[in-house]
């Protein structure tokens, strides 16, 4: 539907047009629906998108696009970083951050909404707190629908740019061991890394309070696939041999009193001590915001990766915006 | 004041500097300021628009130029399709959408919000809960203000991207009979188009309960103008001579029990049974939301046109952008 | 990082990559920090912005860069010009405007939240209601912050545009009469003023009422710098040797009683017969928004120069964004 960009050519970008690209015209909606090959393919245009970031900053592959960025909660990070990556790849962007007081308030459904929006945007990025909406949305859209977090069900791009920081920083995910951190039992964001490093040889360790493990579902799920997993309650014992700590937030609401909360709390807080203990090379992964689970004076070691995971996270985003128009 | 975009030459656009086209420089404040030849002109070159969005998607006619989106009320709709409009035409938007929160709170007016946005920007969209709001903004602003729908008053860009809905997609609007159904008394969106239609050779049919009947003064209004007009509280008798069906919603809270609403929402529902009884060549239009005026079976239909009018909006939109500014 | 824009040189701009400007790379958080030299730097590339404004509207100095435009408190003024200034400049933003809905409202801390958004942006522009908030971030960001007001701390772009609109306005700030008018105590902008003015040679006068006078502190810090300083309780004894009135606004709630209030206020309203004791040749300033402060008849003179203080706001930001992104 729109003019090749000349520009894009000038600059020798490794892009052309790939209406026959995997993604081209799709949804993102699950890690599920993504084979090694896709996620070898997406991590390939990603690292590709690294490198134009750090020559050129913004490029014009995607000029002339538009995003709609329809978010029906408040998620600063996510919204900014989609925002950034139409922006870096020369398209533009609809925000709608408010929607609680959209039309959304006068009773217009979800199917209508999409419908309507497709009609202005190539593309739709979508945030709300149902389960399940992204799916419907993708459903009646015609143009492809980007899932940035539907409640508690599915956030694929946080896990896609996860194991790409995986990828980045230590150069495979094979043969590693990942040791997952807080809670678990809650997390959206571990589940969904757990699901997609299992396309990979890894080793998974669970540590977390009894009451926020790992969901037995989801440890049956990779058992199946043949991937070894480990539970712990505490650090200490798997930390030297882990390659990737993954950390979450445990929120002081998920215990039944402030003594069960205050017994655990301290052992999931990671410190300089804490980072005695690790690798020397190995890297400390948060999906942020965070409060409290690392002290800042982590942030200084170079083992700290949770702002580059920010930074991985444009990469990967410029990456599937740029795939699903057919630009990559 | 902007430099032409040579870029908007090489695509080799039917447009150029219009600094006498009739609209340069000009408000858009109500659908009475327009007269028939002043629709043609508008729709001339909506339709341009359209064949331009459908070859390149987006253009640099606006490169440059800036427009300030000002939302004293929430209208995710109108002010993404704003917002799109100018992106398609290389422009850039300042979206201010949450007026209630800012300066306003603080106790600005209006006239001195306006004096100072168009510091900034080369054009303002202005939504407003107030009547004559967005002519007491143009009075004050030097720049060319655009009616985005004050209140109860008027909406012109609705009435206008209405009426183009009807050109598109029946060719004409002389000889049409065009029947309203639902909340005649409170809609602003059918007042408005009425009055545009009544500069064309139209037969208007009023299909509502009596309580939410067109109002005596529109109806004298358009019989001075020799416009044929019909009330109904039934859609049998007018739907299969009908060529433009336009669905509004009738909210609960406009009668005075719940037995008066239930007696007559059924009527007005479009489902594929009132489909049956109507034209195989004639259009379904809603201004959106519904809220189940129009059951979402009917969407397949062809002749379900509401998605469409969508899409109609953001040419007529680009249209007034462009020739407001000179370019088109 | 980013590639130089060919569009730039194109136009034949003045600006070039001045990577070794005196803001480059700099963060801009109060007003202490600038000697004469820097502004007079400043002001020559404010004043070149405004030709180039004049003769071509927007041009791509910053195209690639992007701003993170990062509120925690509306201000739409403030917002809507730092926009305006970046895509004037060919740039892009990613707005920010709701945090208190966001991943702060889930504890994020300021540190973490700017360290995030440096990772898509290339400058960060904060508001934020906690004085020091603004170095924080700065000593936290690796990329330029720009303060756009810390609560009852510093707003130094307002008072570097202050000081612009007078030397565009006059020609000059040495050897002027400058009288500051009206809520002395609480005013950030007055403070920032006059702190800017002490780098001239200049002559303040202070109007309030006893309770809303100028701070001790500040007095005692330009009496060290040698300014002369006045103060009186009323406007008329120094109207007639004005030449800059920069009048603020009086809250109600600053006073103990209604009476105490009514006592004051009409003393310090500007209306036509005010103008009539002034000057031909001197301009009155409001940092806006105004409620009542300055008659709206007032508007019509040609010494009511608020609003054009707006514009040269426009102007001073684009300056301070070219400079820190080292193009200009």
Not at 69 to 96: D, H, K, Q
Not at 274 to 283: G, L, P, S
Request: proline residues 5%.
């Amino acid at each position: 539907m729109t003019l090749e960009t000349p520009t894009a050519n000038s600059f020798s970008l490794p892009f052309g047009e790939q209406r026959n690209g995997p993604l081209y015209g799709k949804d993102i909606l699950s890690v599920h629906q993504f084979s090694r090959e896709d996620l070898t393919h997406i991590y390939t245009v990603a690292h590709e998108m690294r490198g134009m970031v750090a020559r050129i900053g913004t490029f014009d592959l995607l000029k002339g696009k538009i995003l709609a960025n329809l978010f029906y909660e408040p998620s600063t990070r996510t919204s900014a970083s989609f925002t950034a990556a139409m922006e870096r790849l020369g398209g533009s962007v609809i925000p709608i951050n408010n929607v609680q007081y959209s039309s959304v308030s006068k009773g217009e459904s979800l199917p209508d909404t999409v419908r309507t929006l497709e009609c202005y945007a190539d593309v739709i990025v979508l945030r709300h707190p149902e389960v399940g909406s992204c799916a419907l949305a993708a459903q009646y859209a015609s143009k492809p629908v980007i899932n940035a977090g539907d409640g508690i069900g599915e956030h694929p791009t946080q896990a896609l740019l996860d194991l790409f920081t995986i990828f980045e920083e230590l150069g495979t995910s094979d043969g590693l061991s990942v040791t997952m951190l807080g809670d678990l039992w809650n997390g959206r964001t571990v589940h969904s890394l757990a699901r997609l490093l299992a396309l990979f040889n890894v080793k998974l360790n669970y540590v977390s309070p009894d009451v926020l493990k790992m969901p037995d579902e989801i440890v049956a799920e990779l058992n199946g696939k043949g991937i070894s997993q480990q539970a712990f309650t505490e650090l200490d014992p798997i930390l030297p041999e882990t390659d990737v700590l993954y950390v979450t937030r445990i929120q002081k609401e998920r215990f039944e009193s402030q003594e069960a909360y205050d017994a655990v709390k301290d052992l999931y807080v990671i410190t300089p001590d804490t980072m005695k203990q690790a690798k020397e090379k190995m890297i400390v992964m948060h999906p942020l915001p965070r409060v409290g689970e690392i002290s800042m004076e982590v942030d200084a070691d170079p083992r700290a990766a949770y702002f580059r995971q920010m930074e991985y996270g444009l990469y990967t985003r410029m990456a599937l915006l740029a795939m699903v128009l057919g630009k990559a």
